[in-house]
């Protein structure tokens, strides 16, 4: 699990004890999915994406959701559920050293973020 606060904040962030909602993700070589309370999205790869490795789509259908449901998610802290050990470190750590190309899909998630004004938290 991780948790990305849309609330900005200078310095430090400071994170409420509860996330106000939950992001729900899941990726496989053929789709992903998503569910924020009682809305879902869901897609298919494309024939290109089918040969990313499953960490990067995984980060991938997180970056989905969160830019489809980034305007409803403002001011919230929301707690992203991903069965992605790797992506979850990735995003907490905001970044890491064993996969560029994971490194630099999680510097878009978390720049993406910070440009509609929102932070990221582990």
């Not at 200078?10 to 009682?38: C, H, M, R, V």
């Not at 999205?41 to 991938?60: D, I």
């Not at 190309?101 to 998630?109: E, Y």
């Amino acid at each position: 699990m991780v948790e990305i606060s849309t609330q900005c904040s200078e310095g430090s962030p400071s994170y409420p004890d509860k996330p106000d909602t939950q992001l729900f993700t899941d990726a496989s070589k053929i789709g992903w999915g998503a569910q924020w309370n009682a809305l879902t999205m869901s897609g298919v790869w494309t024939t290109t994406e089918k040969t990313l490795h499953t960490n990067v789509l995984e980060l991938e259908a997180i970056h989905r959701a969160m830019l489809h449901w980034l305007r409803k998610l403002m001011g919230l802290t929301a707690l992203v559920a991903s069965d992605n050990s790797t992506v979850v470190s990735f995003i907490n750590k905001q970044g890491g050293t064993r996969s560029i190309q994971l490194c630099r899909r999680t510097k878009k998630l978390l720049l993406m973020c910070q440009y509609s004004g929102h932070d990221t938290s582990p």
